[in-house]
């Protein structure tokens, strides 16, 4: 299923037999330049091919909107890293991020 919100495209993967939410994520389309936001799946449905079936469903949304380019962002060596390199996306370039825990009290 999926649904527009504000503009931007929000994708929901359900379970096929109980059809209970499984894993969602975002598209953006700005001109012919799609961007690809988080994706998230719940830890039971991990490790089933619901990424890939994400990332192939906005990219066939982005390519029937007339996109000419997909972009996303990505923690570096993770799994969605992983998953985005095996869909044909290439790295561009790095931004480093920097946290700061936060404290209580202060």
Same mark, same amino acid.
Do not use: Y
């Given at each position: =299923?999926?649904?527009?919100?504000?503009? $931007? *495209? +929000? @994708?929901?993967? %359900?379970? %096929?037999?109980?059809? $209970?939410? &499984?894993?969602? #994520?975002?598209?953006?389309?700005?001109? $012919? @330049?799609?961007?690809? /936001?988080? =994706?998230?799946?719940?830890?039971?449905?991990? *490790?089933?091919? @619901?990424?890939?079936?994400? &990332?192939?469903?906005?990219? #066939?949304?982005?390519?029937?909107? /007339?996109?000419?380019?997909?972009?996303?962002?990505? #923690?570096? /060596? /993770? $799994?969605? !890293?992983?998953?985005?390199? *095996?869909?044909? +996306?290439?790295?561009? +370039?790095? &931004? !480093?991020?920097?946290?700061?825990? %936060?404290?209580?009290?202060?």
């Amino acid at each position: =299923m999926a649904a527009k919100v504000d503009g $931007d *495209r +929000f @994708v929901l993967a %359900t379970d %096929t037999v109980s059809g $209970d939410p &499984i894993a969602c #994520a975002t598209l953006s389309i700005r001109d $012919d @330049v799609a961007t690809l /936001g988080g =994706m998230s799946t719940v830890p039971s449905a991990r *490790r089933r091919g @619901v990424q890939s079936a994400l &990332i192939r469903h906005r990219l #066939a949304l982005a390519a029937s909107s /007339g996109c000419a380019i997909a972009t996303t962002t990505v #923690a570096p /060596g /993770g $799994d969605s !890293e992983r998953n985005l390199l *095996r869909h044909g +996306f290439d790295h561009w +370039f790095t &931004i !480093e991020t920097l946290t700061r825990p %936060t404290t209580t009290g202060s």
